[in-house]
């Protein structure tokens, strides 16, 4: 139990374009996703924290019009990076939590994007 | 400082051998704690979640956590080469809600 996809789980695009990156929780409703980001040999950053039908709370620092999320169902939450340049290459991880703020998290499986 | 130290590594170790991963923090709200298994390229893996002090056992891991000290640990009996990961602490609570506070991870490998 407790699976998390994404999908893709690498992507090349290239500098301009923009991204979409997809976290299902396949077996349970996620009330509550995470987004992360992780640069080589570092640990997780969260970038934000969206819950199913309302608008997606962002870390200090993340741009919010850059790093677009939906989050339009109970098993699905979408990141899109908005004209994508070389710098945001990086891992990102969705993870996601079922009912209450105890619940623990469970992660996907990645994505690893690449901006040339 | 930063609100959860952990000693990045590596950390060698033979086939066989008892691993001790720990992880000190600031933050005495926490509340929930956790260790999750990364392998390269993939997204975390829980091993285990603890609630306040105390010990927690699941086959050869085990997890401690001493509230008092600021202090938490993971125990590997019996480490196989299928252990080498990064394994990463996290904890909750404390005002920051469900939001999870990763330490920087230990790289560990087991050596044949």
């Known amino acids: 139990g407790a699976v998390v996809s994404q999908h893709p789980s690498w992507v090349i695009c290239k500098s301009g374009t923009s991204v979409k990156i997809e976290c299902r929780s396949l077996?349970?409703?996620?009330?509550?996703m995470f987004w992360y980001r992780q640069f080589p040999k570092q640990s997780l950053m969260l970038m934000a924290t969206?819950?199913?039908?309302?608008?997606?709370?962002?870390e200090q620092g993340v741009e919010k019009d850059k790093f677009l999320i939906n989050h339009a169902s109970l098993t699905l939450s979408t990141l899109t990076v908005t004209s994508a340049h070389p710098e945001d290459s990086s891992f990102y991880i969705c993870?996601?939590?079922?009912?209450?703020?105890?619940?623990?998290?469970?992660f996907g499986p990645g994505t690893r994007l690449t901006v040339l | 400082q930063k609100e959860v130290e952990q000693d990045p590594g590596p950390l060698s170790v033979p086939e066989g051998a008892i691993v001790s991963l720990n992880c000190t923090y600031s933050?005495?709200?926490?509340?929930?704690f956790m260790w999750y298994r990364q392998y390269s390229r993939k997204g975390p893996e829980l091993l285990m979640y603890?609630?306040?002090?105390g010990n927690k056992e699941d086959g050869r891991f085990t997890a401690q956590v001493d509230k008092s000290s600021k202090y938490i640990s993971l125990f590997i009996r019996d480490s196989q080469p299928s252990d080498s990961a990064t394994y990463l602490c996290?904890?909750?609570?404390?005002?920051?809600?469900?939001?999870?506070?990763f330490g920087t991870g230990t790289q560990l490998k087991v050596e044949l």
């Open positions: 077996d349970f409703q996620a009330t509550t």
């Open positions: 996290a904890m909750s609570g404390g005002g920051g809600g469900n939001k999870l506070t």
């Open positions: 969206s819950n199913e039908g309302s608008k997606a709370t962002y």
């Open positions: 933050n005495s709200a926490f509340q929930y």
């Open positions: 603890t609630y306040s002090s």
């Open positions: 993870s996601a939590q079922t009912g209450t703020s105890t619940d623990t998290q469970y």
